[in-house]
């Protein structure tokens, strides 16, 4: 079957780092994608790997694992509007998108 | 600019209706994707189509219909067999290079 796994709730101080970690089981595999998503709000793009290893962009990196089926996005320097859901995404192929139930954030003072 | 419309942001149904919900994209994407999300939960896949006239049911796709009559259009129509329809419910469109995928604003579906 198809599956996507990611804790649902972390907290984190602000201006700290936090790392949300993502594994996943699935037929086909075509990349990975990282999306936050404010309350009532569509997903915004964050990161997309399709090769194994360490992408950053700013205060954002995500990693891949193609072998481990792991996946983790880590954000430094936490700040307040950080507080959001971010969601895992696979595409499995032929853009057949998965999504986890997506891991909430809460960032405090 | 490229993107992806949904309308209307906010509906609601009453008991017994059915009501359609639009999408429409300037991407010239193939594939298109309907999702529902109810509060603090994940994106569940209702229908997808991967190219004109062609579409496959997703996870929850009883009580919900759709067609695919042009590439631009993707309109989902939520029947009266849908006991629980309320919830945000967004439109997707994947790049064909698969590297990014374009959501709509979603629109929000209550019962009343």
């Known amino acids: 079957g198809q599956n996507i796994d990611q804790p649902t709730e972390m907290t984190a101080t602000e201006g700290a780092i936090v790392q949300i970690n993502c594994t996943y089981q699935?037929?086909?595999?075509?990349?990975l994608f990282w999306y936050q998503q404010h309350a009532g709000e569509a997903p915004t793009f964050l990161s997309y790997n399709v090769l194994d290893g360490l992408e950053e962009k700013g205060r954002f990196s995500s990693f891949l694992s193609r072998s481990k089926g792991y996946s983790y996005l880590l954000l430094k320097e936490l700040q307040m509007k950080d507080s959001a859901s971010y969601l895992c995404a696979v595409n499995g192929g032929y853009n057949k998108l998965i999504f986890g139930a997506g891991t909430r954030l809460a960032v405090h003072p | 600019d490229g993107g992806i419309t949904q309308s209307p942001k906010y509906l609601f149904r009453k008991e017994g209706q059915n009501v359609t919900l639009s999408c429409e994209q300037n991407l010239n994407h193939d594939a298109m994707y309907w999702y529902r999300q109810d509060p603090g939960q994940g994106l569940r896949l209702i229908y997808y189509?991967?190219?004109?006239?062609?579409?496959q049911k997703g996870d929850i796709a009883e009580g919900y219909s759709v067609s695919r009559e042009k590439k631009e259009s993707f309109p989902l129509t939520v029947t009266s067999a849908q006991k629980n329809p309320t919830a945000f419910y967004l439109c997707a469109s994947p790049a064909s290079s698969g590297n990014t995928i374009y959501f709509g604003e979603g629109s929000w579906l209550t019962v009343v």
């Open positions: 189509s991967q190219i004109v006239n062609d579409f």
């Open positions: 699935t037929s086909g595999f075509n990349g």
